[in-house]
């Protein structure tokens, strides 16, 4: 077996790195997925057994000002 050319080792090991970042990447978007699910759950639980109030928190709807020419 030959040994590799300093361009193939630094390409190897950019590889290496590339796929480690993309798994700590995914972990991370794994566990940010896994605690908005889990406190979805915990909120959606409290409302169906009435020990929590489902209420909205969202800002009321405000037609814009902006006219069409102003794109």
């Not at 077996?1 to 630094?10: C, F, K, N, Q, S």
């Not at 605690?35 to 814009?64: K, N, Q, Y």
Request: include cysteine; charge should be negative.
């Amino acid at each position: 077996m030959r040994a590799g050319t300093a361009a193939d080792v630094a390409a190897t090991q950019t590889l290496i790195f590339n796929a480690r970042l993309d798994a700590v990447l995914c972990g991370v978007f794994l566990v940010l997925v896994a605690t908005i699910l889990l406190d979805s759950m915990r909120v959606w639980m409290g409302i169906l057994r009435g020990t929590h109030d489902a209420r909205v928190c969202e800002a009321p709807f405000v037609l814009s000002q902006l006219r069409a020419e102003e794109l």
